[in-house]
């Protein structure tokens, strides 16, 4: 996704799109999969019904002209927002068939609920009582397959991920339709068949996020079956051994066109690195690549690990924003901070200080692995603390006893050794200015980490004081 300024409601946009407490998902007779919310005390009312039967009227009757169209109908609390999106080679006259025979399954299938999702093979309906974010959203997402085996399963896997990467880089690369196809000789009797789609408002590096999101899951996905295609409300992808879409042979591209197509595949080859200890992902963009002393972690992968921010994974909330403990697919712990909308924090002056901070590296720092933004999504990966923070066990009465005279001594000095590093020995003299027992966090040993540098202030060269034109911390 773009890095662009938080806007407090689209984050609660998302936030509500990630916190479907209930989904039906199902598969209608008409080889469309769907997902409908079910969230409680959130039964759509009769007017939202009606203006919804309204909003499916109008994206009927545009269908027809066009192949992409976003609306809303209705007026607060009852307004719906609404889209559809036809495959890039479908013609006008089956769009509009297609809208129909979606919309008037979804109807029935999420009938009463305020927000759903419905894929046909050459459409998506979307509809929702809360405004559909421009950018990203990978979740709800299917993915299906073909019903036969592949005879050549080995030859086909690579063949696959040479050809999304390629038709990924000609879909992200000065396509404004955000479409491609892509056919590549796959033995000497059957070619392979790849396309993928990005819905058009949507950034070029949103959009090669997502669809190569889309592809990793597509890759796990598809076990080595004759096709298959990844859905969800942003982006799909779609392979197989037969010619399923139309389509005009491209123009021939030129020498400059060649060369980035080339890079950009190569991008995505490259873009993958090791996290922690053994897990590995794909990066998502350029500068990604080139930020190796600081990761970025795919929104999907943070968004995995701690099983969409649930209440249950949520460890506790400070001035920053909740945080969250997630479990990578290699088991390795982490602790997930999620930027609270309340936060002022600029992004430019945040990636400045967080960059910084990811060189420190001292036994007694909690270690910060990386960081991830997608939109007005920020999030900060930590090594997990199992022990929780310092107050957990300093101002409960029940728990305090596990801290004796030595192992306070211990904690004592092990803060000491934090601060003298973070003062004089780290190349940047570091003043934390909000350090107290609810950002110490303990190891498996009950070693102390410092952690939390949102207030921290840095001083640089021979400098020693500084002003400041408000009281933050303790």
């Not at 419905?118 to 997402?141: A, F, G, H, Q």
């Not at 922690?276 to 500068?287: A, D, T, V």
């Not at 603390?385 to 107050?391: A, E, V």
Request: hydrophobic fraction near 35%; include cysteine; glycine fraction near 6%.
């Amino acid at each position: 996704m773009p890095i662009v300024i938080f806007s407090a409601s689209k984050t609660i946009h998302l936030l509500h799109l990630l916190s479907f407490l209930s989904l039906v998902m199902s598969q209608s007779p008409e080889n469309m999969p769907f997902h409908c919310s079910h969230l409680p005390n959130n039964t759509a009312s009769a007017k939202f019904t009606s203006n919804l039967q309204r909003l499916f009227q109008t994206l009927s009757e545009v269908a027809g002209k066009d192949a992409y169209n976003k609306t809303t109908e209705g007026r607060y609390p009852d307004k719906v927002y609404g889209l559809y999106l036809c495959r890039g080679d479908v013609n006008n006259e089956s769009c509009g068939e297609c809208v129909d025979l979606a919309t008037d399954t979804i109807q029935k299938d999420c009938d009463g609920t305020k927000e759903a999702v419905i894929w046909s093979d050459k459409c998506m309906v979307r509809y929702s009582d809360r405004s559909l974010s421009p950018n990203s959203e990978t979740w709800p997402s299917n993915c299906s397959t073909h019903r036969e085996n592949s005879t050549e399963p080995e030859t086909l896997r690579k063949t696959v991920a040479k050809s999304l990467k390629e038709v990924i880089a000609m879909a992200t690369l000065n396509n404004e339709s955000k479409y491609a196809t892509h056919v590549v000789n796959f033995s000497s009797k059957h070619k392979l068949y790849s396309l993928v789609q990005c819905i058009p408002e949507l950034s070029t590096e949103d959009c090669r996020a997502c669809l190569t999101s889309a592809a990793t899951s597509i890759l796990r996905c598809y076990q080595d079956k004759k096709g298959a295609r990844f859905l969800n409300p942003s982006c799909n992808i779609r392979f197989e051994l037969y010619p399923f879409f139309t389509s005009n042979p491209p123009p021939a591209a030129g020498p400059n066109e060649e060369r980035a197509i080339s890079r950009e595949a190569q991008l995505l080859e490259l873009g993958e690195i090791q996290i922690g200890s053994h897990y590995s992902y794909i990066l998502r963009e350029e500068k990604q690549v080139e930020s190796k002393e600081f990761p970025l972690f795919p929104f999907d992968l943070t968004v995995e690990a701690t099983q969409h921010f649930s209440d249950e994974n949520k460890l506790g909330e400070g001035g920053f924003g909740p945080v969250y403990k997630g479990v990578l697919a290699d088991g390795q712990e982490i602790a997930v901070k999620r930027l609270s909308r309340t936060s002022g924090q600029g992004l430019e002056e945040f990636m400045n200080e967080v960059t910084v901070i990811a060189k420190l590296q001292h036994k007694n720092l909690v270690r910060l692995l990386g960081c991830c933004l997608r939109g007005n999504e920020l999030l900060l990966i930590y090594e997990y603390m199992p022990n929780k923070s310092l107050d957990f066990l300093l101002f409960d009465s029940t728990r305090n006893g596990q801290l004796d005279w030595e192992r306070r001594v211990g904690i004592i000095n092990g803060i000491a050794r934090g601060l003298l590093y973070l003062h004089e020995d780290s190349r940047l003299k570091i003043i934390h200015r909000d350090l107290k027992a609810s950002n110490i966090l303990l190891d498996h040993d009950m070693n102390p980490k410092i952690s939390d540098f949102g207030m921290a202030r840095i001083f640089r060269g021979n400098q020693n004081e500084a002003n400041t034109n408000r009281v933050v911390g303790t």
